[in-house]
């Protein structure tokens, strides 16, 4: 079936240690994105990528880093320049109509 | 400032009851409008919105956009405890490839 891999589902790390956060897909979407999700805040767009080889920060990037060697990874990692990291990290794709398939999240803690 | 915002934020209600959750915008270049239903992990797409004034209905969900207002509604009647939920209202900003800036969302509680 098609769709959106994300790994791992939890995830716990010391302080000023980077973590990669994988994400998978096989929708043969262009476009991927990454959002974070705090309590109350919604959804944040932190990097998204329209192409292969190509990525744009969104609103929050600061402290992230993303890739795109592949059509279908999009792969995201949290550096420890991110001051405030432990959040609910959702990859999505979209085919370019704006609606967006999302993964199952992975949470991250920073301990 | 491009902004999306919902309300309430939160709801409780009874089994049965029907419930209004609200979405309103300002976003520059609007492209559509999209309602998610986020149980656990994962959130599931409800609707798209484009035109004004043109309901979109599946079962006991429906939706409806005024881009005059810049609103848009989500009506659930006969709400589940499978309802419960929070969901998203979200944005697409066409100058931006498809960006989308995401409300706070709205968490939905149905007690039996």
């Known amino acids: 079936d098609g769709g959106i891999t994300q790994s791992p589902k939890y995830l716990f790390r010391k302080e000023g240690q980077n973590v990669t956060l994988s994400c998978e897909q096989n929708?043969?979407?262009?476009?991927m994105y990454w959002y974070r999700q705090d309590p109350g805040q919604g959804l944040r767009l932190i990097y998204y990528s329209q192409i292969v080889n190509d990525f744009q920060k969104g609103d929050i990037a600061e402290g992230y880093s993303v890739s795109r060697e592949k059509k279908e990874s999009f792969p995201l990692t949290v550096t420890s320049a991110q001051k405030n990291p432990t959040a609910f990290y959702l990859c999505?794709?979209?085919?370019?109509?704006?609606?967006?398939?999302f993964g199952e999240g992975s949470r991250l803690t920073v301990l | 400032e491009d902004k999306v915002v919902q309300s309430p934020l939160s709801l409780v209600v009874h089994e049965g009851d029907t419930v209004t959750l609200n979405c309103s915008y300002e976003v520059t270049n609007f492209r559509s409008l999209l309602w998610y239903k986020q149980e656990k992990k994962a959130p599931t797409f409800l609707f798209m919105l484009?035109?004004?004034?043109i309901e979109k209905k599946s079962g006991r969900l429906s939706s409806i956009l005024d881009k005059k207002e810049l609103f848009s509604i989500l009506n659930i009647t006969a709400t589940q405890t499978g309802d419960s939920a929070i969901y998203l209202c979200?944005?697409?900003?066409?100058?931006?490839?498809?960006?989308?800036?995401f409300g706070q969302g709205t968490e939905l509680s149905v007690k039996p």
């Open positions: 999505a794709s979209s085919r370019g109509t704006g609606e967006l398939f």
């Open positions: 929708l043969n979407h262009d476009a």
């Open positions: 979200a944005v697409v900003r066409g100058n931006q490839g498809g960006k989308l800036i």
């Open positions: 484009t035109s004004s004034g």
